[in-house]
């Protein structure tokens, strides 16, 4: 009877007993993706805490250091990018969404009313500035060495016929800067913070079958921990597939 009554309160105190799991996340569409899932996990016993990111770097620093256990913000070409110049021992988890890029502008309406010397704003991080070069070779603005890849640069610009200048920013930045430049590519995330809706306001966007999927980054040994995958399994859930679908309007696009 004792035995029975010790593993009954032991059983009683593990189920009370809820895991953390600590995200860092960039505002708007990742946290509150995140917030979305917050009562699904809690009720698996899991309790999320969102920490929200207003830049690129802080996430991926604070994951290396263990402030937190998982971000959710970046693809892998940034990552990778990023893990050049400051090999943290992050690894790529699960993808969730496409946030496609795109062009904006408070000065012309059409990409091809862009005067001679107009300035276009990019993001100034490798991945996201050959991504953003990639879109203005699609719109037919520039076009870039055939050997250029996914970090391609502005010297890879083989033509450049309007004789465009470049002006790369930080990404959180190329919001505020829009009215002092001619267009920018602005990621959909901060283009959703300053209340830009990319499918109305983007003269020209990147597709749907975009590689640059935002994924679950962590440490390797997190990619089995049972808290890690019940948060995965929440993300890429029908509800979560419902719930981008409709608040986002096609803004953000599942991935799974």
Do not use: C, W
Request: hydrophobic share 45%; net charge positive.
């Amino acid at each position: 009877m004792r035995k029975v009554l010790i593993l009954s309160a032991l059983a009683l105190t593990s189920a009370a007993s809820a895991g953390t799991l600590r995200v860092g996340a960039s505002p708007v569409p990742h946290a509150e993706i995140l917030n979305f899932v917050k009562p699904i996990l809690a009720k698996q016993g899991v309790e999320l805490k969102v920490q929200e990111f207003t830049d690129y770097v802080t996430p991926n620093v604070a994951l290396g250091e263990g402030s937190i256990d998982v971000n959710f913000f970046q693809h892998v070409p940034y990552l990778n990018s990023f893990q050049k110049d400051r090999p943290l021992g992050i690894v790529a988890g699960a993808k969730v969404h496409v946030e496609p890029i795109g062009v904006y502008s408070r000065r012309v309406k059409q990409l091809r009313d862009l005067k001679s010397g107009a300035t276009i704003a990019i993001p100034n991080d490798p991945s996201n500035s050959g991504r953003a070069l990639k879109l203005l070779e699609q719109a037919g603005l520039i076009r870039l060495k055939p050997n250029a890849g996914i970090n391609a640069t502005v010297r890879d610009i083989s033509t450049n016929l309007k004789k465009l200048k470049f002006r790369e920013l930080d990404a959180a930045q190329l919001p505020r800067a829009l009215g002092d430049v001619d267009a920018a590519v602005i990621n959909t995330n901060y283009a959703l913070e300053a209340g830009l809706n990319p499918l109305k306001d983007a003269l020209k966007l990147e597709g749907k079958q975009s590689p640059y999927a935002n994924v679950l980054a962590t440490k390797p040994a997190t990619l089995k921990n049972p808290d890690y995958l019940k948060l995965v399994a929440a993300l890429r859930s029908p509800e979560v597939r419902a719930f981008i679908l409709k608040k986002y309007n096609g803004a953000v696009v599942p991935a799974f």
